[in-house]
């Protein structure tokens, strides 16, 4: 199933491909939880993320992924970071405002007591391969 969805002001798009069930994941960090943010990847699936801007980039925490916000409405829209496999990536489906997504349930996870090496580990198993297409400037 390919789901698509753009930020507030429409900058930024997404497309989302899996072929299975979507599980949503609620992280319970202050960044996320104070964005009311539903994550969704999958490492066999595929996601392109296109902006007509650059993207801000913001890192916190163990500083080992990009969280990728649009420069114009503010939108948390995803997080990439590179791995051995390639870009991968997980999404925001509410921020995207993925119709199909944005309201199923999603399971609270807490992720403050990982390790370095464990958050990496769990980003290359779990997270999507990842396309990010961006203006320059």
Known sequence: MIYRGACHCGAV???YETD??????????????SRGVKSASDPEGRLQLT???????????????????????????????????GAIGVINVVGLNIAELKNLPATLTLLEGETTEERLQRRMSRW??????????
């Open 13 to 15: 798009h997404a497309e």
């Open 51 to 85: 902006a007509s801007k650059r993207l801000t980039r913001y890192r916190f925490g163990h500083k080992t992924a990009d969280f990728l916000i649009c420069p114009a409405c503010g939108t948390y829209v995803a997080t990439h970071m590179e791995s051995p496999r």
């Open 128 to 137: 999507t391969p990842m396309t990010l297409t961006e203006a320059a400037s």
């Open 20 to 33: 299975q069930p979507v599980r949503l994941r609620q992280d319970g960090c202050g960044f996320c939880s």
